[in-house]
């Protein structure tokens, strides 16, 4: 099993940045894909970034490309998403989300789930 706790969320203004963390526990870290996916209001889950083992390939939601960067830290078993240049259309909770595979992009790819945070960007 593995853990994970999202934080870092919250509100703020168009043009802001954020960073969002995930701690993760129960299995070795370094042998974990992780992601980030969000769900906005009455739309559906979508992944947002992905990053592997190692750190080394990452892959990113088009509308995010050059605002947001997945980063991981192995020896702090933690992801994060550094968000910058923040829109409205960007609020929605974020997922962060885990795969025993080197690196994925589908949500049916991850088998571990935090619970979620929240993320609203006024206009």
């Known amino acids: 099993q593995v853990q994970l706790v999202e934080s870092g969320g919250g509100l703020v203004q168009a043009g802001d940045s954020l960073t969002l963390s995930c701690a993760a526990s129960?299995?070795?870290?370094?042998?974990?894909?992780m992601g980030w996916f969000r769900q906005a209001p009455g739309k559906e889950r979508e992944f947002v970034a992905a990053?592997?083992?190692?750190?080394?390939?990452?892959g990113y939601l088009d509308s995010v490309k050059g605002r947001f960067t997945i980063a991981r830290e192995n020896a702090r078993s933690t992801v994060y998403l550094q968000m910058s240049s923040l829109k409205p259309e960007d609020t929605a909770v974020y997922y962060c989300?885990?795969?025993?595979?080197?690196?994925?992009?589908?949500?049916?790819?991850?088998?571990?789930w935090g619970q979620g945070i929240q993320v609203t960007v006024s206009s």
């Open positions: 989300a885990a795969t025993l595979t080197a690196f994925g992009q589908r949500e049916t790819e991850y088998r571990y």
């Open positions: 129960g299995r070795t870290f370094s042998k974990l894909g």
């Open positions: 990053i592997s083992w190692t750190g080394g390939t990452t």
